[in-house]
Nanobody
């Protein structure tokens, strides 16, 4: 099983940028599609973005498309999320996870354990 640790969150003003990182260990990082997800208190965890094992295919939730960019470095076993033009509604705890391409957009069915996440707060 892959172990995941998220970092890079913080407090930023609306319109600002943050870059999140997700370090993976355990199983072979390049064997998995990877995704980013977010959750606010009282709501379910939602899909944000995903990337294929080789990095040549990406997909985004409509609410972040054009503002967020997902990428990965398989040599460093690290996943990234560049977040630009941040909005107050992007405030959430952000998580990463791993899985097959057919399941990576559905956080409820992913079998890898969840990390602690990293808090992103966007002030207006």
């Amino acid at each position: 099983q892959v172990q995941l640790v998220e970092s890079g969150g913080g407090l930023v003003q609306a319109g600002g940028s943050l870059r999140l990182s997700c370090s993976a260990s355990g199983r072979t990082f390049s064997s998995y599609a990877m995704g980013w997800y977010r959750q606010v208190p009282g709501s379910e965890r939602e899909f944000v973005a995903c990337i294929s094992r080789t990095g040549d295919t990406t997909n985004y939730a409509g609410s972040v498309k054009g503002r967020f960019t997902i990428s990965r470095d398989n040599a460093k076993e690290t996943l990234y999320l560049q977040m630009d033009s941040l909005k107050p509604e992007d405030t959430a705890v952000y998580f990463c996870n791993a899985g097959g391409w057919g399941e990576i957009m559905f956080p409820d069915i992913l079998r890898a354990g969840w990390g602690q996440g990293t808090q992103v707060t966007v002030s207006s």
